[in-house]
């Protein structure tokens, strides 16, 4: 009994440790440069966060706000990080540094607090600034939550509305066949089927749009839906639709405001394995989407990584951002995806 | 209210299956009917086709006098109950009860005053806000039949409803239920395979087998009077005795001859059984008609031996075998009998029906 109690605990606490270390790792990581990522690439963030305080140098580089409202700046570029410039308005200076020459350096020390406090936010967050300005990671921010909540959305309301009908609808010789057909939809994957999918989309015009991509997503999600919430609605007794019959509701009504309410369980379940899925997948939008406006997150992820150069830093930022919206999922529905899966599992 | 009429109505399941044969009921209105029969007798599927839940395969059901067959059943204007309630299990106990007035639009202060008026006569006021889950299975029946009340509908439809409750419970709903009849003034269809709820609920009885209706009638005219030897067996608790006798003639009277014992047919029946001399027939005689007399002449006794006595304490169940057939008597509970005790019993032959052995149906007394 101990040794069971102790082997079982050994495997759980070695699978926690699996699955969390590398979340822990990637966390950390995102604070640390590119430079720092490649000489070791498990060593503790140093130089965003503890060694702040290195020197900057006037740059010539522009502005790109004073090109815009035409006020006065003064380019700081910092000497260790390439690239990392602050644009500081001339006249939050003290007047000893508006007018310093290009080439000289200044010592971070040498800043009012005000700026230098800035500056050290700014320098701890580079990544994650860098990463969502240079990947344009807002927008593809936005089009995941497109992709997610508009597929989620019609997933449920049409795999539902097909599970009404195979389980509670009278057409018993070919609701099974139907359900079946459908359910083998699931043994499908996306990158399996990439190819000839392409050739489709683009022969109806629907590569590079949000529709394309959405109604793939959607197909691929019917079949878990139809398979979940027809063996859930089988357990529905027939005698209380008809007893909704009764009191005046059509198929519609019934469907709606019985059945629907009464299949939240699997609903939840199958809108969480749905939506997280379509948040993490990436070949489909890689494959698809060649205009910046269709992309999403993990295709911005990607992004940072060329052939030429690999900016690890904003890579794992850019990671951070696309994993926090998940954990919050999972960390508010937690008891929800665990009941929901087993649920289906069971009365599925 | 409203007035239901079933001609000759059948159903045939995709299969071939014919669960109702040319169902012939009329139904007036503010009647309370019971459908009673064993199970599979086609009671239910009757019910379901009044109801619209089923399509008829033939024949023609009207309501009010209008024909009805292909209308579904939202319009039909009909409340049902269901065997398992069928309440909805993610809406409160109002919300249930409300349900169908929403769906026709009702305006919310008419609904407020129907499922208050019906919580009253069902004393659920305290339920309103709980949820099924929350309900004892007594409670869940009141709130179905609340949901029903609620609508004011045209007919009634009750499929089964007590079979879920525990006997003490199932007596009380059944008297409240009744009552309910009674203060609703309202047309009711109710099914049961209990033919004790058929007795005391039902205005008239509808006895089924096999899909076919055996007899329809008021519930003592199917006691006394039973046109066939199912709906005998059927009716009544405990249920009559059947003794397969032959029919002679000899000293200008009739004779049943049970094998075991000879007994003079005297009174109603002596005319009705001369065609049936040197045939078999049933003689069914109910437990109460069987009186025990030691002292009985001969010739108009049946005796027998006694096997199982159970004093119920009002009366007394006797089970005696004759030999070849065994009777239940029922007797007073002061009479003392033990096991093996010889015993004689006079069958009251004003109450004794004689059934056809061939046809099963009970010999005409005209």
Redesign the interface.
Known sequence: MTIQRFISYFVFILWTVLTVTPLVWMSYSSFKTNAELTQDIFSMPSELVFKTDHDYMVSSFPSPQTLIDGKQRITLESSKIRGFRHFILVDRLPTEFQSLPVGQTVGLDQLPFGLRNEILWKTLFYNYTSAWTRGNLGPKFLNSLFYVVVSTTLIIMFSMMASFGFSKMQFPRWSKFLANLIAVGYLLSIPAIIIPLFIMLSSLGLTDTHLGITLVYVAFGLPLGVLLGQGYMRGIPDSIIESAHMDGAGHWRSFLSIVMPMTVPVIITVSIINALGIWNEFLLVLVMASSESTKSLPVGVFSFASQTSIELGWQLAALVIAVVPTMVVYFRFNKRITQGVVAGAVKG | MATVELKAVSKVYDGGVQAVKAADITIQDKEFVVLVGPSGCGKTTTLRMV???EDISSGDLFIDGKRVNDM???DRD???V???Y?????MTVYDNMA??LK??KMPKEDIQKRVDEAAGILEIHELLERRPKQLSGGQRQRVAVG?AIV?HPKVFLFDEPLSNLDAKLRVQMRAEISSLHTRLQATMIYVTHDQVEAMTMGDKIVVMKGGIIQQIGDPLTLYNKPVNRFVAGFIGSPPMNFLSTSVTESGGKIWIDEGTFKMAIEGRYAEPLKPYIGKNVSFGIRPEDLVYNMDAAEGSFIPAAAEVIEPLGAETHLYVNTGKHQLIARTAPNIHFSVGDKVKFVPNLDKAVFFDAETEQAINLS
């Open positions: 109801a619209g839940l579904p059943p939202k009909i409340a049902m269901f065997q398992n069928a309440l909805y299990p993610h349900f169908g769906i026709r949901r609508r």
